[in-house]
């Protein structure tokens, strides 16, 4: 539970919370962000809540940026997968769009662009098995 939340739950505006706790409202907007508070005002704002400040800074040391937080998940994520998604991704959309432009521009010609996505979707089946080998461990 993060320090909106708390606040929430007692129906509690940021302005009260800063009366009660003994902080101004400005810092309980930075804290809201997920800007790091000192121990003092985590002390203080973990009285006005009954809480122990220890549970509190474990609540609001979470990052409440969602930017921050994809960045976190994305580099939890080994290189090589994302290469492998990249290149899917590429994939996908350039065999849509020319298979589209075969179908308007050249209607008998078809089969070359058929042939160029099954040797692409080999390249892209080679790639997916070679995720797993464990050389290059990262």
Do not use: C
Not at 21 to 50: C, D, N, P
Not at 67 to 75: A, T, V
Not at 101 to 122: C, D, H, I, P, R
Request: aromatic share 12%.
């Amino acid at each position: 539970m993060d320090l909106r939340k708390l606040r929430h739950e007692r129906s509690w505006s940021q302005e009260q919370l800063a009366e009660i706790s003994g902080v101004s409202a400005r810092t309980v907007q930075r804290i809201e962000k997920g800007e790091k508070a000192g121990m003092e005002t985590l002390k203080a704002l973990a009285a006005a809540f009954g809480i122990s400040s220890s549970d509190l800074q474990n609540e609001t040391a979470q990052p409440k940026d969602p930017q921050k937080m994809s960045e976190k998940i994305l580099d939890a994520v080994p290189n090589k997968w994302k290469g492998f998604f990249l290149h899917l991704i590429t994939f996908m959309v350039v065999t849509t769009w020319l298979f589209i432009l075969g179908q308007f521009f050249f209607e008998e010609e078809t089969g070359y662009v058929a042939l160029f996505s099954f040797f692409w979707a080999m390249w892209i089946m080679i790639h997916a098995v070679n995720l797993n080998s464990p050389e290059d461990e990262e």
